[in-house]
């Protein structure tokens, strides 16, 4: 894709709506803010889709030819092998219907904020949820994510941690049309008992409409966007480094690196 684009001179960009939010884009500025970034946990908590849902006129498609869909299902098949080819198959099903299919989100994210990660340096896969440790320098992050599909009540999370100072995004359901992600701080004075808390609603501008203005602006100005294909070419190398990580239960150095798509 990355190939075809340059061939035909025009701009390839992938649909990560969370990086247009505003709250995320306020955290962004902050965050080189604080001195002394310690630790950075990540969750998740994955629930059913259909209640969020449920209230909008939405149409299924019903009429896909069945050849084409066989078709369309094999070259999904055999790109996964050449991905993960190796791995036993729940890591296999992790890897398409998790990790590229929801979790690349997650990634994207940290990688947006932190730049490319030096090391996975731990990595646990089941079949309801996961559990990794990334390393950026002497930072670590933890991310967890889990399905729990009998609660209706979706959550996630992302949280900075220095001595005196935190900040958290904590995002809505995606399906919830202009809900709008909490951005909370949190400070104090050390070795006092004073602290302080707030939780600010940055903007009701919906994420999902700011990536489509992003999309026509990089049209119209002939500009990269802030999300372009080699940014979702490393996210699919992080997330075949992750399932390399748990298979073999080694860490990965440099898991976002191109070369390693070449490896």
Known sequence: MLEAAKKAGVRLMVGYMKRYDPAYERLREDLPKIPDLRFVRVTTLESPLRPYVAHYPLVAAGDVNH???????DDDERRVNVAVGSAPPELRH????????????????????LGE???IEFSHLWSEGLMLALRWGSLRCSLSWVDLPGIARYQQEFAFYAPDHRLSLQFPSPFLRSMPTQLVTEGGVSGTS????????????????R???ELYEC???????????LDGLRDVILCGAIVDAAHTGRPVAQPSSPRLAEA
């Open 67 to 73: 050849d084409l869909l066989r078709g369309l299902q």
């Open 117 to 119: 990660p030096d090391s």
């Open 219 to 229: 049209i119209t100005q002939d500009r990269e966007p802030h999300t372009d294909g």
């Open 194 to 209: 004073s602290s302080w808390r707030s939780s600010e609603v940055v903007s009701y501008d919906e994420a999902f409409k």
């Open 94 to 113: 992790i890897y398409r219907w998790v990790l590229l299919d929801s979790l690349v989100h997650e990634l994207n994210i940290l990688r947006g904020l």
């Open 211 to 213: 990536e489509l203005i």
